[in-house]
C-alpha cells in the first residue's frame, strides 16, 4: 500500500506556470506506475498525464501534451507535473495516484488506478 500527498496547487493567470508534487510513503513506490488526473467542477474526473515505474515512458492528454510535463524521483518517492502556459480551462482539483499493475501502454483510465491523494486545486485566472 501507498499512501500519496500533493502539493504545489494555487492560484496563477493564464500563460503562468505551476509545479505539482506528489509523495509517497513506503519503500514501493518504484513499483508503481503514477498518474496525475483532475477534476473540474461539474465535470468527470480525467486524465492529465503518466509516467512508467522508472520514468523512461510518459503518456499525455492531447489538452496539456506540450505544456505539461510529468517526471519522477524514484530516490525521493516523488512525482512531479510541471505546467506551463496554463489556461483558465486547466482550473480543477488535480490528483496523483499509483498504478500497481504493469500495462503498456500506460492507463488513462481512473478505475484502473488504486491509491489516491486527496488532491491540490489549481486555479488559472483570465
Known amino acids: 500500500q501507498v499512501q500519496l500527498v500533493e502539493s504545489g496547487g494555487g492560484l496563477v493567470q493564464a500563460g503562468g506556470s505551476l509545479r505539482l508534487s506528489c509523495a509517497a510513503s513506503?519503500?514501493?513506490?518504484?513499483?508503481?506506475?503514477m498518474g496525475w488526473f483532475r477534476q473540474a467542477p461539474g465535470k468527470e474526473r480525467e486524465f492529465v498525464a503518466a509516467v512508467t515505474r522508472g520514468g523512461t515512458w510518459t503518456r499525455y492528454a492531447d489538452s496539456v501534451k506540450g505544456r505539461f510535463t510529468i517526471s519522477r524521483d524514484n530516490s525521493k518517492n516523488t512525482v512531479y507535473l510541471q505546467m506551463n502556459s496554463l489556461k483558465p480551462e486547466d482550473t480543477a482539483v488535480y490528483y496523483c495516484?499509483?498504478?500497481?499493475?504493469?500495462?503498456?501502454?500506460?492507463?488513462?483510465?481512473?478505475?484502473?488506478?488504486?491509491?489516491w491523494g486527496q488532491g491540490t486545486q489549481v486555479t488559472v485566472s483570465s
Open positions: 495516484a499509483a498504478d500497481p499493475v504493469l500495462r503498456s501502454p500506460l492507463s488513462t483510465h481512473h478505475q484502473q488506478y488504486t491509491y
Open positions: 513506503g519503500r514501493t513506490f518504484s513499483t508503481y506506475a
